[in-house]
């Protein structure tokens, strides 16, 4: 059974630095691109970054908001994704989805999904 | 970047009825990339549809999408209970990435 399992959310101020994790198993981790996604409060789901596969490299992409404040990595021997935030900021406070994606770029749509980490940026 | 636009915002029906959502983008994308999710409050999204027509693994055929180029659509034949929720389509063609706004469907 496939399962993704978020932690490290909670309450930061702004400016502050959070880093979240994403535990996985049930499959070949090091064969998937992985990618996070959150939800602002009563906003839709948005985008935020993903990680490519092992035979990609592992390039990273990331939306426009996070650029340059964010950072996804892995550790394939723990299967574990990161996303660590830098320079939070209000508009960050969501819930931070970990998701898995296909093995190739025409497959990178996300199948499975971990219950998220709420993040918190507040004074 | 791509947009994508989806309509109505909120959808109104009961339960037997027929639900057809609508997903607009701002330019064409790779290959019909698109894909739907299901998502309610507390849980993680459910991914129904992929490559704009094909069903996920154990998603029932009231389920269909359809569409191509710039213009996109989730049917639901007949909405059951349990499918009273929120719908976002997502494309997946292009970096960066991009959901729509999403369609809740509540009940009437």
């Known amino acids: 059974e496939v399962q993704l399992v978020e932690s490290g959310g909670g309450l930061v101020q702004p400016g502050g630095s959070l880093r979240l994790s994403c535990v996985v198993s049930?499959?070949?981790?090091?064969?998937?691109?992985m990618g996070w996604v959150r939800q602002a409060p009563g906003k839709g789901l948005e985008w935020v970054g993903r990680?490519?596969?092992?035979?990609?490299?592992?390039?990273?992409e990331y939306a426009a908001p996070v650029k340059g404040r964010f950072v996804i990595s892995r550790d394939d021997s723990k299967n574990s994704l990161y996303l660590q935030m830098n320079s939070l900021k209000t508009e960050d406070t969501a819930v931070y989805f970990c998701?898995?994606?296909?093995?190739?770029?025409?497959?990178?749509?996300?199948?499975?999904w971990g219950q998220g980490t709420l993040v918190t940026v507040s004074s | 970047e791509i947009v994508l636009t989806q309509s109505p915002g909120i959808l109104s029906l009961s339960p037997g009825e027929r639900a057809t959502l609508s997903c607009r983008a701002s330019?064409?994308?790779?290959?019909?990339?698109l894909a739907w999710y299901q998502h309610k409050p507390g849980q993680a999204p459910r991914l129904l549809i992929y490559?704009?027509?094909s069903r996920a693994t154990g998603i029932p055929d009231r389920f269909s999408g359809s569409g191509s180029g710039t213009d996109f659509t989730l049917t639901i034949s007949r909405l059951e209970p349990e499918d009273f929720a929120v719908y976002y389509c997502?494309?997946?063609?292009?970096?960066?990435?991009?959901f729509g706004g999403g369609t809740n469907v509540e009940i009437k």
């Open positions: 490559g704009a027509s």
């Open positions: 990680s490519r596969n092992k035979d990609n490299s592992y390039f990273t």
């Open positions: 049930g499959f070949i981790f090091s064969d998937h691109y």
């Open positions: 997502q494309q997946y063609g292009n970096s960066p990435l991009a």
């Open positions: 330019q064409s994308f790779s290959n019909s990339y």
């Open positions: 998701a898995r994606a296909g093995t190739g770029l025409g497959a990178t749509y996300f199948d499975s």
